[in-house]
């Protein structure tokens, strides 16, 4: 079983402030993807890295994929009161066998930005 | 609307009473799964779907069971429910591995 762990679980700040969150992981990903979730609703996706080294810009969000394809990082810029939620990375498995299409979610992290 | 709709949103139950939550998908979609997610756990796979009859189990599939007789739907069965099934479950649909993952709005489910 592939095991993506994301840290921290919590993160607290003030409007303005810079924060990264990240996702690690021993197993090889063909891509990873980040969500976000507000409450009662469905994660809805922010954005799909692809190739090991790939950055990502959304805005104020960064997106870095590692080179090894085992890790991933999101960075935000002057965070707003409207960033929180709770975020999510997911790793989609390589191809072959039956794990094919499998997405395997990180724990989350709720990032709470105080104005 | 494309979107991925889920029935109920809400459902108190008994230990042991049989109960389906629905999921259907309008975009064509290939792929379906279904998670549960659990404070501090993030979201967890229990079963996926490749395409119409083609189901495989995710990560947590004990205690649950899936069909996909038509490409648009996804049900998940829980035969006898336990305490510890208690969740918020999501289905997702997307058209191929790489593609985006649409979830529905999430089903609360709380098992007595």
């Known amino acids: 079983t592939q095991l993506l762990e994301q840290s921290p679980q919590f993160l607290s700040i003030q409007e303005g402030e810079n924060l990264t969150v990240y996702c690690n992981s021993s197993?090889?990903?063909?891509?990873l993807q980040w969500y976000r979730q507000e409450p009662g609703e469905g994660p809805v996706l922010l954005v799909t890295?692809?190739?090991?080294?790939e950055v990502k810009k959304l805005k104020r969000l960064t997106f870095q994929f590692g080179d090894a394809r085992k890790d991933s990082s999101l960075h935000i810029t002057a965070a707003q009161t409207g960033d929180t939620g709770l975020y999510l990375c997911a790793g989609l498995a390589n191809a072959g066998g039956t794990s094919y299409g499998k997405l395997t979610f990180g724990q989350g992290t709720i990032l709470t930005v105080h104005p | 609307e494309a979107q991925v709709t889920q029935n109920p949103r809400y459902l108190i139950t008994v230990t042991g009473k049989k109960l389906t939550v629905t999921c259907s998908q309008n975009m064509n979609h290939e792929y379906m799964s279904w998670y549960r997610q659990d404070p501090g756990l993030g979201l967890r796979q229990i079963y996926y779907?490749?395409?119409?009859?083609?189901?495989d189990k995710g990560d947590v599939p004990e205690g649950y069971k899936v069909s996909r007789k038509e490409k648009r739907n996804f049900p998940l069965i829980l035969e006898s429910p336990s305490p510890n099934q208690t969740s918020l479950y999501f289905c997702?649909?997307?058209?191929?591995?790489?593609?985006?993952?649409?979830f529905g709005p999430g089903t609360r489910l709380t098992v007595l």
């Open positions: 197993s090889v990903f063909s891509s």
């Open positions: 997702a649909s997307r058209i191929s591995s790489y593609n985006e993952q649409f």
């Open positions: 779907s490749m395409n119409v009859e083609v189901t």
């Open positions: 890295v692809v190739t090991g080294g």
